[in-house]
Nanobody, 125 residues
Framework: QVQLVESGGGLVQAGGSLRLSCAAS????????MGWFRQAPGKKREVVAS????????YYASSVKGRFTISRDNVKNTVYLQMDSLKSEDTAVYFC??????????????????WGQGTQVTVSS
């Protein structure tokens, strides 16, 4: 099992930027795909972005493509989500997640088996 701890959330004005970090521990981080999800009040959790174990492949939800960037540092065991041009509709709790199998590509919630506790992102208009 892997432990995930998110940080970097907060309050920002529309058009601003935030960078989320997710520190992983407990297993070989570099072997697993990682993802970011979010859940707004009253809505289902949805995938935001995911990245392969090597960092060579990324996926973005259409709602964030061109504004958000996912990256990872396999030396620091950390995955990041750079969020630019933030909109009020980006307000949500953001969760980091780790894939369930080494080397397996993951973009759907069922592909992820470990979750962080979440960090709140609030974008004011």
């Amino acid at each position: 099992q892997v432990q995930l701890v998110e940080s970097g959330g907060g309050l920002v004005q529309a058009g601003g930027s935030l960078r989320l970090s997710c520190a992983a521990s407990g297993r070989t981080f570099s072997e697993y795909a990682m993802g970011w999800f979010r859940q707004a009040p009253g809505k289902k959790r949805e995938v935001v972005a995911s990245i392969s174990w090597s960092g060579g492949t990324t996926y973005y939800a259409s709602s964030v493509k061109g504004r958000f960037t996912i990256s990872r540092d396999n030396v620091k065991n950390t995955v990041y989500l750079q969020m630019d041009s933030l909109k009020s509709e980006d307000t949500a709790v953001y969760f980091c997640a780790a894939g369930i199998q080494p080397g397996r590509w993951a973009t759907m919630e069922r592909d992820f088996g470990s979750w962080g506790q979440g960090t709140q992102v609030t974008v004011s208009s």
